[in-house]
């Protein structure tokens, strides 16, 4: 009986199984009631008494063992498996959900693209000003509302630090630092002391283009405006320019484009007008290129800024401009760019 005992072992060391299924089938083998240890076991009763003890034993080493074993196998094959999948090469990758951009940085470089093309080049400057950038270089006079709390936020009156109203103030930093030609256009961040509402903020974006050169005349501002709008609303948009007021530009105008919702037939966006008024515009008054060191009997140029919003708006039909700050992705996912 201990021979038959030892090859059970020896053979129970060298088990290997490849699945489950094997394991189990081992398990049958060896350790169920009409197994190979069970038919042992009854052969045990038969033992003389002086051999039950060792034998015994033996037995009891021959379970265990086999116990063991059963469970190496069926332990490795867990591990097997766990790891095999974790290292799987060939499984395809989960997407990754790409960013868009957010929509009024797609139009932003929509503009800034077309004035490129024209030859401008990008300028920035602070969003936090002083009185000089922002006001009285662009020949705003003392008593103007703008300069009022109502209208501009101020962040300490001595000396006096304010958020910029308009990017115009970028024009005065270049001016200040360039002699013509000065071909410039310049993105960025507003602020007005508004009440919140689908159609004011107290934050908005801003771009402001600037060409100074010798004899820069209005057609050379009609001529950019008008390639403008075809760029961004298509060949077949119209301009139409209004007299206006400004008090950094003279003569000053306002620009309206056919109405790129009806095409110029009248809708309750254009107000059955036809027209929507896009951006303000005109010839830099001569007080303004004089305030920065720009000789204006040299010198002349043109200038004209528009909201970013609001082209979005005419762009994409955006009905509250909230949407634009409330960082909710289901607004933002709608918006696609190619780069
Ligand atoms: N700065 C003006 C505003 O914030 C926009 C503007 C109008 C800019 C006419 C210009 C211009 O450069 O010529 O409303």
Redesign the pocket.
């Known amino acids: 009986m201990i021979d038959k005992i030892n090859k059970l072992l020896a053979e129970v060391e060298t088990l290997k199984a490849a699945s489950v299924d094997e394991v189990e089938a081992i398990r049958i083998k060896f350790l169920s009631k009409k197994g190979e240890i069970s038919a042992l076991m009854d052969e045990f009763r038969t033992v003389a008494a002086d051999q039950k003890r060792e034998i015994g034993m033996k037995l009891n080493v021959l379970k265990v063992k086999t116990q063991e074993k059963l469970n190496e196998l069926k332990e490795s094959l867990e591990n097997n498996q766990s790891t095999d999948e974790s290292i799987d090469l060939t499984r395809t990758a989960a997407p990754i959900p790409l960013g868009t951009r957010h929509p009024l940085s797609i139009v932003k470089k929509d503009i800034c693209d077309i004035f490129r093309r024209l030859g401008f080049t990008i300028a920035e400057g602070p969003e936090i000003e002083d009185d000089w950038h922002v006001f009285s270089s662009l020949n705003f006079a003392e008593d103007h509302p703008a300069r009022d709390m109502q209208d501009t936020f101020f962040i300490s009156h001595e000396p006096q630090v304010l958020l910029r109203?308009?990017?115009?103030s970028v024009?005065t930093r270049v001016m200040e630092k360039q002699q013509p030609p000065i071909r410039i256009i310049c993105p960025g961040r507003?602020y007005r002391n508004e009440a919140i509402s689908y159609r004011a903020h107290c934050f908005f974006h801003?771009v402001?283009?600037?060409y100074i050169d010798k004899n820069v005349s209005f057609a050379d501002l009609k001529q950019a405006l008008l390639y403008f709008a075809k760029e961004m609303f298509g060949v077949d948009t119209k301009i139409r320019l209004r007299p206006s007021y400004?008090p950094?530009?003279e003569p000053?105008a306002e620009m309206d484009i056919s109405c790129n919702i009806c095409g110029g037939k009248g809708c309750p966006f254009c107000k059955h007008t036809g027209w929507v008024e896009i951006?303000?515009?005109?010839m830099v008054d001569p007080n303004v290129l004089d305030n920065c060191g720009i000789d204006s009997k040299v010198y002349t140029g043109y200038?004209?800024?528009?909201g970013i919003e609001r082209i979005t708006n005419l762009k994409y039909r955006v009905k509250d401009l909230r949407l634009f700050s409330e960082n909710d992705k289901r607004f933002l996912e709608q918006f696609e760019s190619a780069n």
């Open positions: 109203t308009h990017t115009s024009q507003v801003q402001e283009a600037l400004f950094f530009t000053s951006l303000g515009c005109g200038a004209l800024g528009m």
